[in-house]
C-alpha cells in the first residue's frame, strides 16, 4: 500500500538558517505529493503541493520538487522565521478510485528560535 | 470566512457516551472527507462522501462510528459508547471535483477527550 516517511524530528533551527525536512514515499501509480502546515491547535493548512514528477511546489518561501526517481518531496526554505514554528506534515495523494483519501506522514516539528 | 467549519471545536465526555460532530464544507464543494488524528502522529483517512454518497470507510470506522451527508451539504459524524482510545481530533475537509487532483481543504478540527 501507499506509505509516507519524514524524517524524524523535532527539528530546532535558529532564525534565517536553512531548512530541509526530508520525506520519501511509496506509492502505486502517479501520486500527488503536499505539504501541510499545522500551528499549535489548529487544524492543517496546505502550504503546497506537486501534481506531476519534476513539479515544484512552492509557497511562502518554502518549496518541493516532486522527484520520481528518488520517490522523494523534501522541504526547504533558504531563510526560516519564528513564525514558521509548526509541525508539517508531508502527503501523498492517490488517484483513481482513491482520489481525496489523503496518505500522511507522522509530522515534523519544527522550532525557530530568535 | 468561508472555510471548512467544525463543531464543536472540543467535546470532554463520559466514557460510554455518545458524541457527535458537524462539519460544513467550503460552499459548493462536493465532495467532503473524514479524517482522525492522535496526539504526535499524521491524520488518518476515515471516510469520505461525494454529494450525499459515501463512497468508501476505512477499517478504522468501527460499527460504533457512523457519518450522514444527507444532503450533499453539511455532514455529521457519531460516535457512540465512546471509548478512552477514541480521544483524538476529528478532522472534516472538502474539495471541489474538478479542481487539481486531491487538492483538499481542512477544517481546523474537533478535540474529543474521553475521560
Known amino acids: 500500500g501507499n506509505s509516507v516517511t519524514q524524517m524524524e524530528g523535532p527539528v530546532t533551527l535558529s532564525e534565517e538558517a536553512f531548512l530541509t525536512i526530508n520525506c520519501t514515499y511509496t506509492a502505486t501509480g502517479y501520486p500527488s505529493l503536499f505539504w501541510y502546515v499545522q500551528y499549535p491547535g489548529e487544524g492543517l493548512q496546505l502550504l503546497l503541493k506537486?501534481?506531476?514528477?519534476?513539479d515544484k511546489g512552492s509557497n511562502k518561501g518554502f518549496e518541493a520538487t516532486y522527484r520520481k526517481e528518488t520517490t522523494s518531496f523534501h522541504l526547504e526554505k533558504g531563510s526560516v522565521q519564528v513564525s514558521d514554528s509548526a509541525v508539517y506534515f508531508c502527503a501523498l495523494g492517490a488517484g483513481g478510485t482513491s482520489y481525496g483519501k489523503l496518505t500522511f506522514g507522522q509530522g515534523t516539528i519544527l522550532t525557530v528560535h530568535p | 470566512d468561508t472555510g471548512v467549519s467544525q463543531d464543536p471545536r472540543h467535546k470532554i465526555t463520559k466514557r460510554g457516551q455518545n458524541v457527535t460532530f458537524r462539519c460544513d464544507p467550503i460552499s459548493e464543494h462536493n465532495r467532503l472527507y473524514w479524517y482522525r488524528q492522535t496526539l504526535g502522529q499524521g491524520p488518518e483517512f476515515l471516510t469520505y462522501f461525494q454529494n450525499e454518497a459515501q463512497l468508501e470507510k476505512s477499517r478504522l470506522l468501527s460499527d460504533r462510528f457512523s457519518a450522514e451527508r444527507p444532503k450533499g451539504s453539511f455532514s455529521t459524524l457519531e460516535i457512540q459508547r465512546t471509548e478512552q482510545g477514541d480521544s483524538a481530533m476529528y478532522l472534516c475537509a472538502s474539495s471541489y471535483q474538478r479542481e487539481p487532483r486531491n487538492t483538499i481543504y481542512f477544517g481546523e478540527g474537533s478535540w474529543l477527550t474521553v475521560v
Open positions: 506537486a501534481t506531476k514528477a519534476d
